[in-house]
């Protein structure tokens, strides 16, 4: 087992669980961060040992300084942290209550920046660490219908970029990875492999924080054979 760890920021059933596990098989020991105390505890049963939950409110800096500093006491020095908390409420522009657009922007792009925060500050001192960002198609364009989603995923983007441009000749890789599809499983029938599986998904996570710094990837795009783009 590895003396470092892992933290993951927004686990669920989908992309969550399976980046946490696939660090978990390499060894590491990974805190696992969501609010739901219960959900998390039946995803973490998947591996006790090595998976760690860790009950948070990703929006609230107390919550997140707390969730680090008991990671690294705990589990030991942070390697990487993947920030992949989100929120969508579908909604014209004309309908769109304004505290759900705020509720979606705080979860989507705050939480990410007090995450990348947290672990940069933690990361600098050792001069090593990787920090991932979970994009999407809507980091890139905004489409109808789409603004709770592609105004928060703009700015996480551009939060990624600050970040590694800062910090990448400080020893600390920071990617941002566009999701660019949906995650799922698809219908064998008509597309096998159409949708994008969590775990290759997870895989490419842990190449990109396996990388040499002499060829480091700031942004990612991934989707399956079968998208149209």
């Not at 992949?84 to 705050?110: M, Q, T």
């Amino acid at each position: 087992m590895s003396s470092e760890s892992v933290l993951v920021a927004g686990v669920g059933p989908g992309l969550g669980i399976a980046v946490a596990a696939r660090f978990a098989r390499e060894g590491y020991r990974v805190a696992m961060l969501a609010r739901d105390r219960d959900k998390l505890a039946a995803l973490a049963a998947q591996a006790p040992d090595r998976l760690v939950p860790i009950p948070c409110d990703v929006t609230d800096p107390a919550q997140i300084d707390e969730a680090f500093d008991q990671t690294e006491r705990t589990l030991g020095p942070l390697a990487c942290v993947v920030s992949n908390a989100g929120a969508y409420r579908r909604g014209s522009i004309l309908d769109i209550d304004p505290k759900d657009f705020e509720y979606c922007w705080r979860v989507g792009a705050f939480a990410g920046f007090l995450v990348g925060q947290a672990a940069a500050r933690r990361m600098v001192t050792r001069g090593s660490g990787t920090i991932l960002f979970t994009g999407a198609t809507a980091s890139l364009r905004g489409g109808a219908n789409f603004v709770n989603l592609a105004s928060p995923k703009f700015a996480l983007r551009a939060v990624a970029q600050s970040m590694a441009r800062e910090l990448g000749p400080r020893g600390i890789h920071v990617a941002h990875i566009i999701i660019d599809g949906q995650i799922g499983v698809a219908d064998a029938a008509t597309a096998p492999d159409g949708k994008l599986a969590p775990d290759a998904i997870a895989q490419a996570y842990l190449d990109l924080h396996r990388q040499q710094r002499s060829a480091w990837t700031q942004e990612m795009d991934l989707r399956p054979w079968a998208e149209k783009f």
